[in-house]
C-alpha cells in the first residue's frame, strides 16, 4: 500500500479538464511540496511538475498543480489523447526519512 | 541532455546476486545524488536506495537494509547497486534516477531524470 493515495483511474473526454487527487498526511504533503511523473506504457517516468506547481522546461501549461493541507491535485486542462498516461505523485515524507510516491493513477482519454 | 543507462539485470534464482550499474552523462555527475527507484511488473514506483554526490551519504528502504549496497565512481560518472539475497518480491524494472541536487533527504530536490530501466526477475 502506497504511502500516498491516488485513485486508480480516472477519464475525460477530449477539451475537457480532469484533476487527480493525491492525498497524504502531515509528514509528507501538509508540509512539503508536491511532484508529479507521467508515465507511458513501457517507458520510463517523466518530471510533469516539481515544487507543487512549476514546470519544467518543455511541460506545456495544460497541465498544473496545486496543494492544500494534506492533499494535492493535478489539473489536466484541454485534454488531448496524447495525455492518456499513468500519473505518480510524490512527496518527501519526514516520518520516514524517504521519497514517496502515490500508487498511480492511469488517465484515459475516452 | 542528460542520459542515464541502467544494465545489469537478469534472471536470477532466489537468494541470488546481481550488480546493476548505470551509466551517466550530459552532467556534471558528481554534483548531484542519484537514487535506484523500482517498479514491479504492473505496480507503482518504490524507491529503493540512493547515495550523495560525493558518495559519502547512502539511503536505503528498509526492505533494501542489509541486502543492497549503493556505490558510484564519480571518476567515469558511473554508479552501481550491488543486490544479494534476492527474492521473489525483488522482481521489477529498476530505474536509475538523478537528484535536482546534492543530497537524497532535500524536500525540495526531487528525481528529475529517469533511465529506461534495467529488469530483475528473481524466480526458480
Known amino acids: 500500500q502506497s504511502v500516498l493515495a491516488q485513485p486508480p483511474s480516472v477519464s475525460g473526454t477530449p477539451g475537457q479538464r480532469v484533476t487527480i487527487s493525491c492525498s497524504g498526511s502531515n509528514s509528507n504533503i501538509g508540509s512539503y511540496t508536491v511532484n508529479w511523473y507521467q508515465q507511458f506504457p513501457g517507458t520510463a517516468p517523466k518530471l510533469l511538475i516539481y515544487n507543487t506547481d512549476q514546470w519544467p522546461s518543455g511541460v506545456p501549461d495544460r497541465f498544473s498543480g496545486s496543494k492544500s493541507g494534506t492533499s494535492a491535485s493535478l489539473a489536466v486542462s484541454g485534454l488531448q489523447s496524447e495525455d492518456e498516461a499513468h500519473y505518480y505523485c510524490?512527496?518527501?515524507?519526514?516520518?520516514?526519512?524517504?521519497?514517496?510516491f502515490g500508487g498511480g493513477t492511469k488517465l484515459t482519454v475516452l | 541532455e542528460v542520459q542515464l543507462f541502467e544494465s545489469g539485470g537478469s534472471l536470477v534464482q532466489p537468494g541470488g546476486s546481481l550488480r546493476l550499474s548505470c551509466a551517466a552523462s550530459g552532467f556534471t555527475f558528481s554534483n548531484y545524488a542519484i537514487s535506484w527507484v523500482r517498479q514491479a511488473p504492473g505496480k507503482g514506483l518504490e524507491w529503493v536506495s540512493a547515495?550523495?554526490?560525493?558518495?559519502?551519504?547512502?539511503y536505503y528502504t528498509d526492505s533494501a537494509m542489509g541486502r543492497f549496497t549503493i556505490s558510484r565512481d564519480n571518476s567515469k560518472n558511473m554508479l552501481f547497486l550491488q543486490v544479494n539475497r534476492l527474492r521473489a518480491e525483488d522482481t521489477a524494472v529498476y530505474y536509475c534516477?538523478?537528484?535536482?541536487?546534492?543530497?537524497?533527504?532535500?524536500?525540495?530536490?526531487?528525481?528529475?531524470?529517469w533511465g529506461q530501466g534495467t529488469l530483475v526477475t528473481v524466480s526458480s
Open positions: 534516477t538523478k537528484m535536482s541536487g546534492r543530497f537524497y533527504d532535500t524536500s525540495t530536490d526531487p528525481i528529475d531524470y
Open positions: 547515495i550523495s554526490g560525493s558518495g559519502s551519504r547512502t
Open positions: 510524490a512527496a518527501w515524507d519526514a516520518s520516514l526519512n524517504a521519497w514517496v
